[in-house]
Structure formats: structure tokens, C-alpha cells
């Protein structure tokens, strides 16, 4: 089965540089989100996106944006890098379900972009 | 804001043993998801509870949802090495489908063979 694909896997920059990480969903999902894990920690949310437009916000800088396009496709981008902005990056998709009563909407995670920030 | 807690955040069990992990949100949760995360791995959905009071199982595994739908637990009968890793408990940050998640601390499986 399809499964959510990450490029880069690995991505290795320097202070105040800029990145950006792209995220191909699962096949027909309609919602799109990403994660950012630091080492031992668990997984912080930044943003969503459904149906290509912005859903949810979490803890996500401003020197980060994100879009998501036509084709489903998400990209996150980083800008002015720091130190510690290195960690894993998960994308992950979901096709929300169900009622206003009970809505799964299951998410599944890519295997992650690893930022390095030297 | 909306905070999961998990305890206990590392779990030593030999294996055969029963393990369980338990997770409390400061909020009533609209749902709550259960994820597995294997070292240098990514988070593997395992379940999705909704109801108050719902009890799911999955082979060896038990997952439950508090009455208030404020905490949850989920218990596995005769560990084995295979279930080594960091179970996550989630819950989404407001209730809307496309809301992220709020992930617990995680628990740390440690089974000693």
C-alpha cells in the first residue's frame, strides 16, 4: 500500500540558512500535517492543512511557512535556521471520516526529514 | 493550552510480563489516539478510541477510554521482544478532524529477554 513519502530524508544546514521540505501524502487523504520531533521527545505539532487549505495551528515559528498544493502535495518551508531547529520532521496525512458525533481521522506518519542546523 | 500526560515515561519488564501505560489529558478529548514509534522509526498508528468508556483489543493489546473521556490506558498481556518501543498517547488539539495532536511524553518499552 501507498504510504506518505518525505524528501529530503536527510538535510544538513547552516545558521540562518533556509530549507524546505516536501511531503507527498497517501492517495485520495484530504488532510496534511506536520510534526517536529527534537531527540527524545515526542512529537510537537505545527500545522494542517485540509483540503489544501491551512486547518490548524500548533507551535509552529514565523520564520516557518507551509503551504499545500493542487495536487495534494505539502512543502514546509524554513527560513532564517537556528541550532535549534534541528530535528526529525514528520509529515503525515489522514482521510477524516465519520459523523459530527465521532470523527477518526487517523493519521498516517512519513518516514520523517532529519534537519541538521550546524 | 491542552496537555497529555503519560506515565511512566520508561517501562523495564522481562519478557512474558504484562505492560500498561497510562495517559491523562487536563482537557475531555474528543478522541484519543494510541501510536507505536520504534527507535529511528516513525509513529505507527494503533488506535483510535471515541466513545466514553470504550474498550478496543488488538491481539495482546487493551485500550481503554475514561468515563469523563479524560484519560485512557493501554495494557499488553505476555510482552514480547517485538514490542519494544515508545507508545505515544494523542489527543487532537480542539476537536476538529483536520486539528493536530497533542501528543503525551510517551512511555519507553524496555523488554529484557
Not at chain 2, 497529555?4 to 474528543?30: A, R
Not at chain 2, 491481539?59 to 484519560?71: I, P, S
Amino acid at each position: 500500500a501507498a504510504g506518505v513519502i518525505q524528501s529530503p530524508r536527510h538535510l544538513i544546514k547552516e545558521k540562518r540558512e533556509t530549507a524546505t521540505l516536501k511531503c507527498y501524502p497517501i492517495p485520495r487523504h484530504d488532510t496534511v500535517y506536520w510534526y517536529q520531533q527534537g531527540p527524545g521527545q515526542d512529537p510537537q505539532f505545527l500545522i494542517s492543512f485540509y483540503e489544501k487549505m491551512q486547518s490548524d495551528k500548533g507551535s509552529i515559528p514565523d520564520r516557518f511557512s507551509a503551504q499545500q498544493f493542487s495536487d495534494y502535495h505539502s512543502e514546509l518551508n524554513m527560513s532564517s535556521l537556528e541550532l535549534g531547529d534541528s530535528a526529525l520532521y514528520f509529515c503525515a496525512s489522514s482521510l477524516i471520516a465519520g459523523t459530527s458525533a465521532h470523527i477518526y481521522n487517523e493519521q498516517f506518519f512519513g518516514p520523517g526529514t532529519r534537519l541538521t542546523v550546524l | 493550552g491542552q496537555q497529555v500526560m503519560q506515565i511512566p515515561q520508561y517501562q523495564h519488564v522481562q519478557e512474558g510480563e504484562d505492560f500498561t501505560t497510562y495517559c491523562n489529558s487536563s482537557t475531555t478529548l474528543s478522541n484519543i489516539q494510541w501510536y507505536k514509534q520504534r527507535p529511528g522509526g516513525h509513529p505507527v498508528f494503533l488506535i483510535q478510541l471515541v466513545k466514553s468508556g470504550e474498550v478496543k483489543k488488538q491481539k495482546r493489546l487493551t485500550f481503554q477510554f475514561g468515563e469523563a473521556k479524560k484519560n485512557s490506558s493501554l495494557h499488553i498481556t505476555a510482552t514480547q521482544t517485538t514490542d519494544v518501543g515508545t507508545y505515544f498517547c494523542a489527543g487532537p488539539m480542539s476537536g476538529g478532524g483536520a486539528d493536530g495532536l497533542t501528543f503525551g511524553k510517551g512511555t519507553h518499552l524496555i523488554i529484557q529477554p
